[in-house]
């Protein structure tokens, strides 16, 4: 096919949504796919430094839409990202619209950001358009906002109201309306959708490796547990939930410690939860760290804790499986879909309070700490969970199905039968093998200058 990938959060050596976005577009383009994609330029360099240095990325058209007059820095996201990212929608439209004039699309796909509150213009195209795989309709139940505080009650009260008009929203709605097909990560996004929306769903999750880790081997056990979290630290992903549940583990196991990597307003907070239950030597909390360091934490800690409220994907999760790391969450979102007896422990939440769900998260820790047999079990059984969504096969799968829905006529030209005049802006701001001035084209040289792309 020939794919118009808009993937504003997109860079390598990333997680979360920057490694959808990357992977996603690299993955359609080692598939045989012809890929143009409108990236965010805040990791123009480092995305450049990696085509560079991969030569199978040669002929991945890579365009940078700016939103004029916001001057950014590279590798960091702006301040006020959503108003950017909304204004950067408007853009990546402006050029678009040039391209898929003169070379018509065979399919526009929106992946990042992969949210139900993140809009795309690009149905305007009026090419095939697809959308996700997307996530957001996950809520928190109610009796878990017990310990939230005022400000995350309302937050959360703001997101369900947010969730159940979505097909209002005037900004969201239109691209929701005029996609061919919506991908959802869970149930939870699904089921926001009625009537032919819902029709247009399809459950997928965008998570994916390119490769287990080099080396890695199920985990034998000696001494106490080391265990991890690693998220932005944000009232809804649940670290005070650990902290509470790694507050009775220590009683019967004084050896065990914990590490709490990342981030965000909740920190404070999260520290003096800590202090208060006499954790501070046991409890460790580090700034976010880069992802080849996040991977030396996964292969020094024993456990991964993921008590998240309502995560749509959970990347960390999958990372952590890869490395043969056991997975303790909550039964919420997609981390629930991802975690199998066979490699982790779900924990039940209905009709349990905060103090209710950490007490029973603490039994389970406790029970696994009494049985190395169990863990080692376990180990083996997250790499070979992780093993099942290798990018590649996830992408490919991914594809066919947009293939088979819209329908891809095969006598379509081939991007090789254009040529485009003019180098553009966004030519000479990606040096490198992966992109071609020609064909990196921005609006000023597809039309509104007079330039013209002919069949040679």
């Not at 580090?286 to 030396?296: G, M, N, T």
């Not at 994907?313 to 043969?324: D, N, T």
Request: glycine letters at 8%; a positive charge.
């Amino acid at each position: 096919m020939k794919l118009l990938v808009s993937a504003y959060a997109c860079a390598p050596n990333h997680g979360s949504d920057h490694a959808v976005g990357w992977n996603w577009t690299t993955g359609a383009h080692k598939l045989g796919h012809e890929v143009w994609a409108l990236v965010s330029p805040v990791h123009r360099d480092s995305i450049a430094a990696t085509c560079r240095e991969t030569p199978e990325l040669n002929g991945i058209r890579w365009i940078f839409p700016e939103v004029k007059g916001w001057r950014l820095r590279q590798g960091i996201e702006p301040r006020w990202e959503r108003t950017y990212n909304l204004l950067w929608q408007r853009s990546a439209l402006s050029y678009a619209r040039p391209l898929h004039r003169q070379l018509r699309f065979d399919a526009v796909h929106h992946v990042t950001w992969a949210g139900i509150r993140a809009p795309t213009f690009l149905g305007a195209l009026k090419a095939p358009l697809i959308i996700g795989p997307i996530g957001g309709g996950e809520t928190s139940p109610a009796a878990l906002r017990d310990e939230l505080g005022a400000r995350g009650r309302l937050l959360e009260i703001i997101r369900d109201l947010s969730s159940t008009t979505i097909t209002m929203n005037p900004v969201t709605s239109p691209g929701l309306k005029r996609a061919s097909i919506i991908f959802v990560q869970t149930c939870a996004t699904q089921n926001l959708f009625v009537g032919a929306l819902r029709e247009k769903t399809v459950i997928f999750t965008p998570l994916g490796i390119s490769r287990l880790p080099s080396g890695c081997h199920p985990r034998t056990w000696r001494g106490p547990l080391k265990f991890l979290c690693a998220a932005r630290l944000l009232y809804w992903k649940g670290m005070h939930i650990a902290i509470r549940a790694f507050a009775e583990v220590v009683r019967k196991m004084p050896g065990a410690r914990l590490t709490i990597v990342g981030e965000g307003r909740e920190r404070p907070r999260l520290e003096q939860a800590a202090k208060r239950c006499g954790l501070q030597d046991q409890i460790a909390f580090v700034p976010r760290v880069p992802q080849a360091e996040l991977f030396d934490l996964y292969q020094s800690h024993d456990v991964l804790l993921f008590p998240s409220l309502h995560d749509a994907g959970g990347f960390v999760v999958l990372e952590a499986l890869s490395y043969g790391m056991p997975v303790v969450c909550l039964d919420l979102g997609g981390p629930k879909d991802l975690v199998t007896p066979n490699c982790g422990i779900v924990i039940e939440t209905r009709k349990r309070n905060t103090d209710e769900v950490a007490k029973a998260m603490a039994e389970e820790i406790l029970g696994l700490g009494a049985a190395p047999s169990r863990l080692a079990a376990l180990s083996e059984g997250a790499i070979a969970r992780a093993a099942e969504f290798l990018v590649s096969d996830r992408v490919k799968k991914f594809y066919e199905i947009v293939e088979d829905r819209i329908k891809v006529p095969r006598d379509v030209a081939s991007a090789s039968d254009y040529t485009f005049s003019g180098e553009t802006d966004a030519a000479r701001k990606m040096p490198g093998p992966c992109c071609d001035a020609g064909q990196n084209a921005a609006p000023e040289a597809l039309g509104s200058h007079g330039s013209t792309a002919a069949p040679v």
